[in-house]
């Protein structure tokens, strides 16, 4: 009689002010996806389009948090994932995004929609719709606790297997210093 | 462009002071800027070329000191000292008041360049504190009228040199003597009995008395003077560390400004010991009013023999100044720093005694250590190890600081207990005592039965005392403050480490602290005693570590319920968005959320 199947591990992924460049980079796992959808199964994640995350075991994020939307979604996987992992330089440190947090929300605003040129007859976009932006790009950890990070822009694909592989092995995620190696 | 002539003389007379060598940047940096001036481009780059260095290090040197300034400053410069001590005694307060009175912001220039406002590490007057320094001058025992009158003469541009001098006095206040503070020492005494011996001989005196360093790391100063003896070398070198830049120490500004013929005498028989002939004495910037004292110490002994080439041991001490700098207190960054750099400690080894002041065998010790050594041949061996413990021999300076009604200088044998110097100070109802400054240990009532001693509790002399109003996670956080203000930057552990310790005791402070942050400071204070490269990294970490084992409710009354929180109000992040909209429906706000 064989052993029963272990559980699937359920994994949610997503990407807020990031490019998905992250995203872009654990599908270079390649081959390596195989075995992984052996083992995991995908609940909220672009790769699947499912719009809200349900209880998950490990939640991957890409990109910080730039707008009330990016909380919202920030919240729900942490409530959600038992282990929250933050992707990439832009998760961890609010990244490229983060390069407005030394201009003035307003006074941005204030050029791009009411005194440059291009768009200065459209006034300020305040349709409930969309979501407010924040006055600062955040990392992930300012605003709720992670677990994990995988520095990188983007991560490796050897760094993310790393990480994913431990986590199924049981192992306390540890990359060493090639894998966090830039230059 | 050019220097402006007075500039230029300024430069010039340096220049003859301190010769057109490289190590002697930093000096040539501290004359040529006065008091209320400051270090312009065209400044850095003359004296850039005046001494061949490249203009990056003159400017590396010239930005790393907090004293000196490459940005104008206003022509009276105040700095605050911001010590815990100075706050308790209600420092915050007066700087408001002096700011007010003044149209100044702290941290800017106000009344078109008539006055900058800020503040600096302690200054080394907590008995008698609020202190302040104005252009470089020390003003201690502040109060609403001392800060009327500043601001009056200010506003009147009333230069400093013409300030009423009851206002610059210092007052020197010694509780209690011992065996060095009674000592009375006739100039040359304690020469004339080590010419008596040979330099090994000495040194054996020295190891018989069990002298050990006094600036707290307590190593025996007979095994250093040994082994800079040793050291192969063509000149030797000693260095006299008063610096004293731990907050909450004061006992060697009572050595330097009363018993400065002690520490030369004690420098002296240092450089007779190890066959060195110059010493270095170096003086932190913010006891400057202690330089014209120290130069006729040194001149009285030169007119009577006892110092320079041609004295009986020919040696002699030069005087350097600091420029404000904590880590400059470590003697390896003391040393780069009277080489004329940035204060970032050496790696060691090798050690001063093979490789210190320019590459040369060099002794460093503390200005009491020095006094000591001194007291040693006047006293002789015996009676000095007479005083103290097993493993702690002698007297030990204490500065009294905080709250007590009999703050000052206390000297009480080694093993008194902590119990014992707060009686001695009249300070029986203290919930806490910071033993050793910041870097040192907090200890809390139940161990006030321990002793001052190089076994159980060492100091370099501070010895702070907070009293039962006193909210102690205040004075973790002013010194989380002070570490990553004086972190030197070389090193990421420490540089980065400091500024996330402070940034998540404001966290907590702010009423947005969760267990998540308790484990987080447990973990950076791992992160910095293990990474870091010196001593400061090493130390920066106890403040915190001290009180969160002995004062946790002082913590937890701060925390919030969650289990993590962000450290600002989400909602408020979006104000700005909403004010552009105009929007305010629900979707333009952020609950608490989960």
């Known amino acids: 009689m064989s052993e029963p199947n272990p559980p699937r591990v359920r994994l949610a992924t997503t990407s807020l002010a990031g490019c998905f460049g992250c995203h872009m980079s654990f599908l270079d796992i390649d081959e390596k996806l195989f075995p992984l959808l052996e083992r995991v199964e995908f609940d909220r994640s672009p790769l699947t389009d499912i719009k809200n995350c349900g209880p998950c075991d490990v939640g991957l994020i890409e990109g910080g948090v730039c707008n009330a939307e990016n909380v919202h979604v920030l919240r729900e996987f942490r409530a959600n994932c038992k282990v929250l992992i933050a992707l990439g330089a832009c998760a961890i440190t609010g990244g490229l995004p983060a390069q407005r947090n030394h201009l ?32 600062k790009v955040y990392p992930l950890h300012e605003i709720v606790h992670i677990d994990y990070f995988i520095p990188g822009c983007p991560p490796s694909a050897e760094a993310i297997w790393k990480v994913l592989s431990d986590l199924l092995a049981g192992h306390t995620p540890y990359l060493a210093e090639p894998l966090i190696r830039y230059d | 462009m ?27 940096l501290r004359a040529v800027q ?35 300034s490459t940005e104008p400053v206003g022509d ?32 800017h220039v106000a009344g078109d360049g008539l006055v900058s406002v800020a503040t600096t590490s302690c200054t080394g007057l907590c008995d008698q504190g609020p202190a302040m320094l104005v252009n470089g001058r020390a003003i201690g025992r502040l109060n609403h009228a001392r800060i009327e009158r500043i601001s009056e003469l200010i506003l009147a541009r009333i230069p400093v040199d013409r300030w009423p001098a009851e206002l610059f006095e210092i007052v020197d206040i010694v509780r209690r003597r011992d065996l060095l503070l009674k000592c009375e020492l006739e100039p040359g005494a304690a020469l004339t009995v080590a010419r008596r011996l040979s330099p090994a001989e000495l040194i054996g005196v020295i190891a018989r008395a069990g002298l050990r360093g006094r600036g707290g790391a307590g190593f025996p100063s007979a ?7 040793a050291a192969p070398g063509p000149e030797r070198y000693i260095v006299c560390n008063a610096d004293e830049g731990e907050p909450g120490t004061f006992k060697d500004r009572l050595l330097l400004s009363q018993h400065a013929d002690l520490i030369v005498e004690g420098m002296t028989l240092a450089g007779y010991a190890v066959g060195a002939s110059h010493g270095l004495l170096y003086l932190r910037a913010e006891y400057l009013f202690l330089r014209d004292g120290l130069e006729q110490t040194l001149a009285r002994r030169r007119q009577a023999g006892l110092l320079g080439a041609t004295a009986a041991i020919p040696f002699d001490v030069e005087l350097h100044v600091g420029a404000g700098s904590y880590v400059c207190g470590e003697e390896t960054a003391l040393l780069e720093s009277l080489e004329g750099r940035r204060g970032i400690p050496r790696n060691r080894p ?21 006094c000591a050594a001194a007291l040693v041949l006047l006293a002789g061996a015996e009676a000095f190890r007479k005083r103290g413990t097993a493993q702690s021999q002698g007297t030990k300076l204490l500065s009294v600081a905080g709250d007590s009604p009999a703050r000052g200088i206390y000297e009480f044998p080694f093993g008194v207990t902590v119990r014992q110097v707060l009686q001695a100070a009249g300070a029986e109802d203290a919930i806490a005592v910071q033993v050793g400054g910041p870097s040192g240990t907090c200890i809390s009532v139940d161990e006030f039965d321990r002793q001052i001693s ?44 400091t500024s996330l310790l402070a940034r998540v005791v404001d966290k907590i402070h702010a009423g947005y602290g969760t267990r998540h942050e308790l484990a987080e400071l447990e973990q950076l204070i791992a992160v910095l005693g293990k990474g870091s490269h010196c001593g400061l990294g090493h130390s920066a970490g106890n403040p915190i570590r001290d009180t969160l084992l ?13 289990d993590f929180a962000p450290a600002f109000n989400l909602d408020a992040a979006l104000a700005p968005a909403r004010r552009m909209t105009g929007r305010d429906d629900p979707a333009a706000h952020l609950g608490e959320g989960s």
């Open chain 2, 76 to 107: 009276f410069r105040v700095q605050f000292s911001d010590s815990i001590t100075d706050r308790m005694d209600g420092s915050a307060a007066l700087l408001d008041k002096l700011c007010r009175l003044l149209w100044a912001e702290p941290g």
């Open chain 1, 104 to 135: 003035d929300l307003g006074l941005c605003l204030q050029e791009v929609y009411l005194t440059e040129p291009s768009l200065a007859r459209g006034g300020i976009p305040n349709d409930p719709e969309l979501p407010l932006p924040l006055d």
């Open chain 2, 2 to 28: 050019p220097l402006n002539t007075k500039t230029d003389a300024r430069l010039q007379s340096a220049l003859r002071q301190w010769g057109a060598h490289d190590h002697r940047l930093l000096q040539v």
């Open chain 2, 223 to 229: 095994s250093k003077w040994a082994a800079c003896a």
């Open chain 2, 550 to 562: 002995r004062f946790m409710p002082a913590y937890e009354r701060r925390l919030a319920s969650a």
């Open chain 2, 350 to 370: 090798p050690y001063p005694v093979t490789h210190g002041y320019r590459d040369r065998p060099t002794v460093v010790d503390n200005v009491e250590t020095f």
């Open chain 2, 454 to 497: 190089f076994e159980d509790l060492p100091t370099g002399g501070a010895f702070t005392i907070f009293g039962p109003t006193r909210d102690i996670f205040e004075v973790a956080r002013s010194y989380a403050h002070f570490f990553a203000h004086e972190s030197c930057g070389f090193c990421t552990p420490c540089r980065v480490g």
């Open chain 2, 34 to 68: 006065t008091p209320a001036g400051y270090l312009s481009a065209e400044v850095l780059a003359a004296v850039a070329d005046s001494l061949s260095v490249p203009l990056a290090q003159v400017r590396g040197v010239a930005s790393f000191y907090s004293f000196l």
